[in-house]
Structures are given as C-alpha cells and as structure tokens.
C-alpha cells in the first residue's frame, strides 16, 4: 500500500452548533495550505512555525475578509496522530462557520477526507497498526467504564506488541525451515523436530491464551446482550428502569401495558449491557400481544444473559416456551417485590441447586447482588483489564482461530513426519492469519472497508 502524497481535510468535532468546531488537515501541503486561509496579526507564517505550538489569528476569504476568530494547532511530521504535518483550525462552533472554513481549505488545495481517512493514514504511515486503529473507534463509541479502559489498553500496543512477537517467532522459524531446505549444503543452524515441536506448543500456548479473552473482550465491547423476560407485570419494566437510572420504560399497575421490546446500552456500574425489556410471557388471545410475547422469546434465545423474572407475592413457574427459550442459556433468577413481602420463600417449582437472587426494582435492593453475580458469570469476579492483552472484536477473533487452527496442523504433522515443506504451509498459514490482526497481510481493499466504518474526521 503506498503512502498518500495528497493533503485532506474535514471536520474533526460533530457537527451541529456548540463552543467550538475544529477542522483538521493532514498531509505534506497542510502548512502551506493553512497559510493560504489564516492571517496572524504578526504575519508569521504557520510553514516557518514551531511544531505543537498554537497561534491565534483570522480565517479570511481570498479578498481579505474575515470569516472567523480562530485558533491553529501547528503539528509537524513525524510526530503527529497520522505521522503528517497538521493544521488544526480551532473555530466558533456554528454550522455555516464550520462549512465555509472547510469550503476555503478545500478550495486552497485540500481533498475531502474520507470517513477514517485520518487513522488510516497514521496506519499506513506505521504510527499504529490495525488493531490500534480499531481501539480508536472502539474508544469513541464505549460506552462503560470496562470499554473505555480496554479500549486505552489496546490503543497502548499491548496486544500490537504481543502478535508482533509471535509473528516474528513464526517469522524465524520459516526462515530456518527454508534456509535447511534451499541451502542444505551450507553450515545453518539444525531444524530437528523437537524443536519446531517445542515452538509450536509455545505458540499454541501463547495465542490459546490470548484466544480465551475474545468472549470478554468482545462482551466489554459490544456490551451483553441481556433480556429481562417474565411474565406480565412480575416487575421487567422497572427493573430496567432501575438499571439505566431513568425511566425509559413505561410502568402502570395493568399487566400488558409492554407490548413490544425495548433496547438500550448502560453502563451497569461498570459492566456494558445491551438491555432488552420484553413483553409479559402468557398465553393470550390478543394478536398483538401474541407478536410482543413471541417477540420476547426471540430476544431470550439471542441474548447472552437472560434474567428471568418471577413475582415474589405470586411465583408462577416457567412455560413451556419460556424453558425451550432458556436451553443452553446463561440465565439468572430473580425474585421481585422483596420490600412486599414479610417472610421470603423459595417458590416450590425452583430446585434447591438454582441460585436466587431476591430483589426489589422499586428499592434497589438486590441489584448490587445481580451486579456481582454478572462479574462472576461472565468476567470471573472483576475483570482486570490491564492484566493481559484482550482479543476485541470478530474480526480479530476469526483470525487468531486460523492462525490457531494452521498450528494444531502444523503440530499434528510433526508428529506423523510431515516434510519440512509441507509444514511450512501451515506456518505460512498461522503467520499470515496474526498478520491480519495487525494488518501487515490484509489486502488493501479489506482496510479500505475497515476504515470506512470510521467517523469523517477520525
């Protein structure tokens, strides 16, 4: 992939009016270019400034006019977020304003950046790899406190710096492999087989480690899905309410009133979920409530955790649609209205090995109960993020399986004597898959793709 030569530009804040707005331009003509719309009253030009300096001054029109009171941030190559010089144009925060200044640095020899075009210029100009590129967005779009600080740790290198390592450990040993092959006459270091075995083993220890954080690191990301499920007026509505600590559920004493599901994003004290309140589970003739109980079933059997949700004043067991929505599930129990009830009891049709948690939605009573017991569920008790590099999205975690799967190969064929060169397709293999992680094997219309999905300005 080469290095862009050209210069591009956008609105790096969101749009929309407030305090300020920023304009960034990056690229080897954003000096000169900023030069072409911005007046100091001490004429000192932005191209002979010092780098990271600020300097205060005008955006005119061509004729000399002001457009704007401003601020330049003066970045100079390398040491910038995309390793180009850059121009950033602190301005009033005002659509029209905002647009005009863009229009005057187009016009002055800037192109449009493209949605991500920022990070992916400092990826192809070796500031960050891909998996730092993607805590960027990730960082922007947390939203909990685990996401925000797993997000920081990968854009910290950590998991950068540990697939390096284990693609240079691959890196050495098919270099090994082919010297033997190609230059058995020449005096290189031996390849035996209990060394390629002994290196596998390591590798398949280091990345089956690595491996086993992508259902947390995607969980923090992406947050957990969660259906409260129940039958009607058990309390799901007010649960969630207490949870996102605002009511943005409707709650009424008439059983029904949740005829549809409703999905929301909180950080749960830490713990990202993806909260779905559903319908009251019963059988009914009403054909609406028919969609909104179906409804709600669906949202269990795709849910990563359901909490199921009984009536402390009046248990009722669960259907039998409610158990075929629960199979193989991750589920936990709670037993609502604890402030109503004087003396509680275990509902008979609960077995003493399913674990209750008693609760009040109208109180809070409970919930830090619920909180702890989702840790130890899902995160093993508290989750420390910045004991170990963390596997963050799909993607990633699609790759590291190959990468995994080509050293069970390569491993199996140690064992029955492949030859050396057909061993080398397996590593080949493994190198290639890590390389996509950090995206030094990624094909560039693939990148393109990834950085689409990016904001304009980042």
């Known amino acids: 992939m080469d290095i862009s030569t050209t210069t591009i530009a956008a609105l ?23 030069d072409k719309v911005f007046r100091s009253p001490s004429g000192k030009r932005l191209e002979n400034g010092r780098s990271h300096t600020i300097h205060y001054g ?19 190559a390398p040491h910038t977020y995309t390793g180009e010089d850059t121009v950033e144009i602190q301005c009033h925060g005002g659509p029209f304003v905002e647009r005009k200044i863009l229009e005057l640095v187009v016009s002055a020899g800037a192109e ?3 949605r991500g075009e920022f990070s992916k210029q400092a990826f192809l100009n070796g500031k960050m790899d891909l998996s730092q590129a993607e805590a ?20 910290s290198g950590r998991l950068a710096r540990l697939i390096e390592k284990e693609s240079s450990r691959l890196l050495d040993m098919t270099t090994l492999i082919e010297a033997n092959i190609d230059y058995p006459e020449y005096d290189i270091e031996e390849v035996t087989r209990e060394k390629l075995l002994s290196e596998t083993e390591d590798l398949l220890e280091a990345l089956s480690k690595l491996y086993r954080t992508s259902d947390s690191g995607i969980r923090i990301q992406e947050g957990l899905r969660t259906a409260i499920i129940g039958s009607p007026n058990v309390g799901k509505s007010s649960l969630m309410n207490r949870i996102l600590g605002q009511d943005r559920a409707i709650v009424t004493q008439i059983a029904g009133t949740t005829r549809d ?14 909260l779905i309140d559903t319908a009251g589970i019963h059988d009914t003739e009403d054909m609406v409530e028919k969609i909104g109980v179906e409804r709600a079933l669906e949202a269990a059997r795709k849910a990563d955790l359901v909490l199921w949700m009984i009536d402390g004043i009046d248990p009722k067991p669960l259907s039998e649609d409610m158990k075929e929505a629960l199979e193989e599930k991750q589920y936990i129990i709670l037993i609502n209205k604890e402030d ?13 090995q399913e674990e209750i948690i008693w609760i009040s939605a109208k109180t809070g009573s409970g919930v830090e109960k619920l909180k702890e017991k989702i840790q130890e569920m899902f995160f093993g008790g508290r989750i420390a ?22 050293l069970v190969s390569a491993r ?12 080398m397709i397996d590593y080949t293999n493994a190198y290639d898959a890590l390389g996509e992680i950090s995206g030094h094997s990624l094909k560039e219309d693939v990148i393109d793709e990834i950085f689409k999905r990016f904001c304009l300005g980042k």
């Open 385 to 406: 993020i910045d004991s170990q590099p963390m596997i963050t999205n799909v993607r990633q975690k699609d790759a590291l399986r190959r990468a995994i799967e080509a």
């Open 12 to 34: 790096a804040t969101a749009p929309g009016t407030g305090g300020i707005g920023i304009i960034r331009v990056s690229g080897p003509e954003a000096c000169q270019i900023g």
């Open 112 to 114: 449009p950046a493209d």
């Open 412 to 423: 199996k064929g140690i064992e029955e004597g492949y030859p050396e060169d057909i061993l």
């Open 58 to 76: 005008h955006i005119v029109y061509p004729n000399g006019d002001v457009l704007d009171q401003v601020l330049v941030m003066l970045m100079k």
């Open 136 to 155: 960027v967005m990730d960082l922007i779009s947390s939203t909990s406190e685990m996401s925000r600080k797993a997000s920081i740790e990968q854009l």
């Open 340 to 352: 109503l009830v004087e003396e509680p009891e275990r509902p008979s049709f609960l077995s003493d």
């Open 261 to 274: 599901t409703l999905e929301e994003s909180v950080d749960f004290e830490g713990i990202p979920l993806r």
